[in-house]
Structure formats: structure tokens, C-alpha cells
């Protein structure tokens, strides 16, 4: 009599499980619904655009409370996911965990599309940073196509732009973040 394996579905794994695991100085993962999803690294364009949110981003903040911090902060929009967003605006203050530094409060969040990620960011992140009741803000920017989306929360509902050539303009944060400097090469 021939055995029958029986499929079961493995364990979940949680995001404070996932914070334990220590995936050295080369890798880096997110916990996609309970599953370890690893990270490639970006493209220029895509580090470019990162770097120029950020330093946009810190200037312009400066004194008031709030920080840009970029991809090593993560965010947990629930038990059984840990985001990396590209750019990160912190308004709180940060809880020392021993192992990183995860905003109290995010307000906004950043993502660098990129062909490979594009589809993630802006279906199931979009939906999971929704869920995060201190963000505001959550900005999509194509690097490509030199274009930038907003999805801003208004009372209970989100009102999303299209990727458009626009500046950036943060209302929460009293900020725009001009399209040229957004995309700026120098």
C-alpha cells in the first residue's frame, strides 16, 4: 500500500519571530504575510530618487519633529508583516529595540516603484500602510517615468492621485518637495 503525504500549509511567522532572525550584513528580507520575502538591491535610479526624497526631506523638516529615515526603518502594518519602505517620516519617538529602531509613529511613507516590485507596492503595500492609523501619507514614486502618486487619507476614506509629473506636496507636513528636485541628477 502505497503512503500518502499529506500537504499542510508550514507556519506563519510572525513579525516579532522575524525580528529575531539575523540575515547578516548582505541580505535583507521583509515578512510578507507571515512568509520571508527577500530583497534585491535597486537600481541607480532607484537609490538616486531615495537619496533625493530623503536629503529633500531633512532640510526641510529639520526642528520640527518629525525625520526622514530611509529603508533600515521598518514599519509593521500588522502581526504577520515587517515593511521596509523606501523613505520613511517619523513625527514620534522612536522605540530602541536593541536590534533596530521602529517608528512609534509613521506619517509618511515613501516607495520607489520598480518593475520588479511595482505590482506589490501598489496593491498589497498600499493596502497594509492604510491600516497604519499614524500614516497620512503614502507616496509612490516611478523613477522611469519621472512621475509621483500620493494616496492621502481624508477623515475615514483615501484619496489617491494618478502617477503624474507634479511635485510632491505633503499637507500634513506643511512640505512640497518640487518635481525637479525629486528627480534631480546632481
Known amino acids: 500500500m502505497a503512503s500518502i503525504l ?4 508550514p507556519r506563519l511567522l510572525t513579525a516579532e519571530e522575524f ?11 521583509e515578512l510578507d504575510n507571515g512568509y520571508i520575502r527577500m530583497m534585491a538591491g535597486g537600481s541607480r ?14 532640510a526641510r523638516l529639520r526642528g520640527t519633529g518629525c525625520r526622514p529615515y530611509g529603508s533600515d526603518m521598518s514599519v509593521k502594518p500588522h502581526d504577520l508583516s515587517v515593511r521596509y519602505p523606501d523613505v520613511t517620516v ?3 519617538t522612536p522605540a530602541d529595540t536593541g536590534k533596530d529602531i521602529r517608528p512609534n509613529a509613521p506619517r509618511v511613507i ?12 501598489l496593491q498589497v503595500k498600499k493596502a497594509e500602510y492604510r491600516t497604519i492609523d499614524s500614516v497620512d ?4 514614486v516611478d523613477p522611469e517615468a519621472e512621475t509621483a502618486m500620493t494616496s492621502r487619507r481624508q477623515g475615514d476614506d483615501w484619496i489617491d492621485t494618478p502617477l503624474t509629473p ?12 518640487p518635481h525637479a528636485e525629486l528627480f534631480a541628477r546632481d
Do not use: M, W
Open 6 to 9: 499529506a500537504y499542510t500549509d
Open 137 to 140: 501619507t503614502i507616496v509612490f
Open 90 to 92: 517619523d513625527c514620534g
Open 45 to 58: 535610479d532607484h537609490a538616486r530618487v531615495q537619496a533625493n526624497i530623503i536629503i529633500a526631506l531633512g
Open 19 to 29: 525580528y529575531q532572525i539575523d540575515f547578516g550584513p548582505d541580505l535583507k528580507a
Open 110 to 121: 515613501f516607495e520607489v516603484l520598480s518593475p520588479s516590485t511595482r505590482q506589490l507596492d
Open 166 to 177: 507634479t511635485d510632491v506636496v505633503l499637507e500634513s507636513l506643511g512640505v512640497t518637495i
